[in-house]
């Protein structure tokens, strides 16, 4: 695998986050954990326990959400009055972008999370729409008559998957920022002393979270 990555998924997010954390290929990364960790005897036993908890919660595992996470990623935590976290006075956000060049693996993975979760959320929780000619899906409660969504999911684009937790549906989020965090001048000025080839950064905005 490559030992540097494009940083090309900072261009798909806002231009203010409070932290953020990227990097490419989780596919590779967990097949390298599983790997080593099954080198040790006593470890399958501790694998089979954390598989069956993500099957018996999620209807899923890790068999089903690393191998098609082949290309760059995003973790970010980002500023939204809308959903269950501002709810709780947390103005935020949490997000997770993942690039693919396996969307049918992708695909097959997230219709069989929705499979397992439509009938225990109810239909009015597990609500679909679509948006720039993809399905996404918002999962939440009412509260006076109006969703209150804790977790959203759909596809930015053909190769771009996004999972947002505690803020707003998935069409709250800004899908086509017009200033991204590549732009941001708060951004450049932190990675301005590192070198361009590299794996990735994890950046903290430190003025932002202290408003927070």
Do not use: C, H
Not at 139 to 145: A, C, H, K
């Amino acid at each position: 695998t490559q030992l540097s990555t494009q940083n090309e998924i900072l261009t798909q997010l806002p231009e203010v986050n409070y932290m953020m954390t990227n990097s490419q290929n989780l596919a590779v990364l967990w097949q390298s954990i599983i790997a080593s960790l099954e080198k040790q005897p006593n470890f399958k036993p501790s694998l089979d326990q954390f598989r069956s908890a993500f099957q018996t919660n999620l209807g899923i595992d890790d068999r089903d959400i690393f191998p098609w996470m082949t290309g760059e990623y995003a973790l970010f935590m980002y500023p939204t009055r809308q959903g269950a976290l501002p709810q709780l006075n947390f103005d935020m956000g949490l997000g997770l972008l993942v690039q693919t060049d396996d969307r049918k693996t992708a695909d097959a993975a997230i219709a069989k999370l929705g499979e397992f979760l439509k009938p225990r959320l109810g239909e009015s929780s597990f609500r679909e729409r679509t948006l720039a000619g993809e399905s996404v899906f918002d999962l939440g409660t009412m509260n006076n008559g109006k969703p209150i969504n804790f977790m959203s999911y759909g596809w930015l684009n053909s190769n771009s998957f996004l999972i947002l937790g505690g803020g707003g549906a998935f069409s709250d989020f800004n899908l086509n920022p017009n200033r991204n965090l590549a732009q941001s001048a708060n951004f450049k000025s932190a990675i301005a002393p590192l070198g361009d080839a590299n794996m990735g950064y994890f950046y903290v905005n430190f003025g932002a979270v202290m408003s927070l």
